[in-house]
Structure formats: C-alpha cells, structure tokens
C-alpha cells in the first residue's frame, strides 16, 4: 500500500492567519518530502526529512517552518503568508533517502495534496 | 546541471490508440533513476514507471513502457490501448546521487484523450 494522506484538502488563510498542513504515512517510510505546485506547473521541492531530522532545506522564507513529530508524520507550520504562495502543497515519502548510493528505496510517493489559497 | 526536457506541452490521442510522450535530458552522471510521474486532474501524482540507467532493458508496466535511450539521453513513455483515464499531466523526473534527494522535474506534458 502506497498511500500518503494529507490534511485538509482544501485551506483558505489571511496573510495574517496561523495554520498547519498535515501529511501522514504509514508505510514505515523514514524519509519526507514538502513540495509547493503551481498550475500546470513541475512540483518545487521545500523540504526533506530523513529520519525524522531536516536534511534539506531549500531556502525556503520562514514563514513556512516544517516540523516531523514522528517517523509517520510531517507538518508544514504557516504564518504571515502571501497571496503568491497560493499554490498546491504536496507531500511525499520515501523508504529512504540515499544521498551516498543510488537505490529504489528512494522511490517518491506523494500525496493528493492541499490546496492553499491566501487571501 | 542537470535538465529534464518535456519538448510537447500538450498532446492528444484517440481512445484505444497508442501515444508517445518525449523526455530528454542532461547529465554527466552514469548511474540514475528516471521516472514518470502522472497526474491527473484530482492531483494525486502517481509513480506510472520507472527505468534505473544501469539497466538495458526498457521498462514495462501493464500498458506502460519506455524507450530509454541511454547515448542519446531520451526516456519516451508509450501509452498502448489509451484509455479515458489517462488524461493527465505526465511528469518526466531524473534523480541522480549528488542531488540530495532531490527529484528533477521537466515542465510536464498534458495528455486529453478523446472518446
């Protein structure tokens, strides 16, 4: 089973707001990945955590702060955002992350995203 | 750096047909991943298939396969008996060790399919 849950599907905010995304896995996978999409658009990493710890970080305004409270989930923290990151946030896990060798066990899975929009 | 290339921004293809997506990319590296990835318009991404460099032959899943052209840097997917589901954007993705994770997206593909 290669199912990545994410919650809410759908999130209206002011620039002013305070919310959270949710994603879940609990397919015993260590690594998990945040990526924000736009229309028709590739998908744009954020973040990566391995094995509950910030591996990546790809110079994301810290208006956006990740946290992994445990193996199976991952939040992404939001406060004082812009209209301009109205956009899909997309989770996804991984068995692992191999940053030394090239595996499968580092074979993306992704959620059915959240759709954000900032007023 | 590394590039992914999606040269046809949209494509189109008669149900039950066959269709052909191209993907080409750069890279210095010799050992890799290449994937597709679909997405269809309730945007789940979803692993279609994927090709490890090392590995001659092309990869096949149920209606899915790839022509990887390693020399010439090329990883087509062909789509047999197209079906109405199908109708997605495909995402073309390389990975290689020394991104650190990171998948390496093309800007996509989106494939409507007619009845």
């Given at each position: 089973?290669?199912?990545?849950?994410?919650?809410?599907?759908?999130?209206?905010?002011?620039?002013?707001?305070?919310?959270?995304?949710?994603?879940?896995?609990?397919?015993?996978?260590?690594?998990?990945?945040?990526?924000?999409?736009?229309?028709?658009?590739?998908?744009?990493?954020?973040?990566?955590?391995?094995?509950?710890?910030?591996?990546?970080?790809?110079?994301?305004?810290?208006?956006?702060?990740?946290?992994?409270?445990?193996?199976?989930?991952?939040?992404?923290?939001?406060?004082?955002?812009?209209?301009?990151?109205?956009?899909?946030?997309?989770?996804?896990?991984?068995?692992?992350?191999?940053?030394?060798?090239?595996?499968?066990?580092?074979?993306?899975?992704?959620?059915?995203?959240?759709?954000?929009?900032?007023? | 750096?590394?590039?992914?290339?999606?040269?046809?921004?949209e494509m189109s293809v008669q149900e039950a047909e066959t269709v052909?997506l191209?993907?080409?990319?750069?890279?210095?590296?010799?050992?890799?991943?290449?994937?597709?990835?679909k997405?269809p318009p309730s945007?789940?991404?979803?692993?279609?298939?994927?090709?490890?460099?090392?590995?001659?032959?092309?990869?096949?899943?149920?209606r899915?396969?790839?022509?990887?052209?390693?020399?010439?840097?090329?990883?087509?997917?062909?789509i047999s008996d197209s079906q109405l589901g199908d109708a997605a954007m495909y995402?073309?993705?390389?990975?290689?060790?020394?991104?650190?994770?990171?998948?390496?997206?093309?800007?996509?593909?989106e494939l409507s399919v007619k009845p």
């Open positions: 089973d290669t199912e990545v849950t994410q919650t809410p599907k759908h999130l209206v905010m002011g620039m002013t707001n305070k919310k959270s995304l949710k994603c879940e896995q609990h397919m015993g996978h260590r690594a998990m990945y945040w990526y924000k999409q736009k229309a028709k658009k590739p998908p744009e990493l954020m973040f990566v955590y391995s094995y509950e710890k910030l591996s990546i970080n790809e110079s994301v305004p810290s208006r956006f702060s990740p946290e992994c409270p445990n193996s199976s989930l991952l939040n992404l923290h939001l406060h004082a955002l812009q209209p301009e990151d109205s956009a899909l946030y997309l989770c996804a896990s991984s068995q692992d992350l191999a940053l030394r060798t090239l595996s499968s066990t580092d074979t993306q899975y992704f959620g059915p995203g959240t759709r954000l929009t900032v007023l | 750096a590394q590039t992914v290339t999606q040269s046809q921004p052909t191209s993907c080409t990319y750069d890279t210095s590296e010799s050992d890799y991943y290449l994937f597709w990835y997405q945007r789940q991404m979803i692993l279609v298939i994927r090709q490890e460099a090392y590995k001659q032959q092309n990869a096949t899943e149920n899915f396969s790839v022509n990887f052209q390693k020399a010439a840097k090329s990883f087509s997917l062909k995402f073309c993705a390389y990975r290689t060790i020394n991104q650190g994770g990171k998948l390496i997206f093309g800007q996509g593909t």
